[in-house]
T-cell receptor, first 114, second 113 residues
Framework: DGGITQSPKYLFRKEGQNVTLSCEQNLNHDAMYWYRQDPGQGLRLIYYSQIVNDFQKGDIAEGYSVSREKKESFPLTVTSAQKNPTAFYLC?????????????FGNGTRLTVT | DQQVKQNSPSLSVQEGRISILNCDYTNSMFDYFLWYKKYPAEGPTFLISISSIKDKNEDGRFTVFLNKSAKHLSLHIVPSQPGDSAVYFCAATTQTGANNLFFGTGTRLTVIP
């Protein structure tokens, strides 16, 4: 069954620690995305990647980093520079751009930093 | 600044009746609009889309209407079913900035059996 796998589902970290969220897809999609969802807000784009070894900042990239070494994988690192890291993080992929191919989302990782 | 707005955080509808979910946008450059549906503990799933060259798109029980002059779109679900209970997100993008989807804050629909 094709899809997007995000792990872990819940993640707890102490303030000041970097943490990496995993995202793997077996849909053979070119593009991958990371979104963040906060209560009362829509999904906001953190980073996206259209092809391997290339990625672009989204609207709220500060305090985050990504890599795209393989087509299937797009891990997100939440660094200690991110001021409000506690949130629900969603990874997505699409065949091409969202303009002509819908995004497929994973089930998300809820990160809590204390 | 929220470019896509869903002003109703929640909506309750009786089973069999029509559900109407509304969405407003501020960016006149948006030319492609989508609706996503999200169940608890799952990621959003694509539901239906509409291009700005159309004013209506229908897929089974779901119809999206676009009013460009009012910068408004709506999703109609007829008839509503209990399984439709979920959070619905409106999203918009432009062909030139097409790697970024701008999402609304979502409307929680509850269909009462």
């Amino acid at each position: 069954d094709g899809g997007i796998t995000q792990s872990p589902k819940y993640l707890f970290r102490k303030e000041g620690q970097n943490v990496t969220l995993s995202c793997e897809q077996n849909l053979n999609h070119d593009a991958m995305y990371w979104y963040r969802q906060d209560p009362g807000q829509g999904l906001r784009l953190i980073y996206y990647s259209q092809i391997v070894n290339d990625f672009q900042k989204g609207d709220i990239a500060e305090g985050y980093s990504v890599s795209r070494e393989k087509k299937e994988s797009f891990p997100l690192t939440v660094t200690s520079a991110q001021k409000n890291p506690t949130a629900f993080y969603l990874c997505a992929s699409s065949m091409h751009s969202p303009y002509n191919s819908p995004l497929h989302f994973g089930n998300g990782t809820r990160l809590t930093v204390t | 600044d929220q470019q896509v707005k869903q002003n109703s955080p929640s909506l309750s509808v009786q089973e069999g009746r029509i559900s109407i979910l509304n969405c407003d946008y501020t960016n006149s450059m948006f030319d492609y609009f989508l609706w996503y549906k999200k169940y608890p503990a799952e990621g959003p799933t694509f539901l239906i889309s509409i291009s700005s060259i159309k004013d209506k798109n229908e897929d089974g029980r779901f119809t999206v209407f676009l009013n460009k002059s009012a910068k408004h779109l709506s999703l109609h679900i007829v008839p509503s079913q209990p399984g439709d209970s979920a959070v619905y997100f409106c999203a918009a993008t432009t062909q030139t900035g097409a790697n970024n989807l701008f999402f609304g804050t979502g409307t929680r629909l509850t269909v009462i059996p």
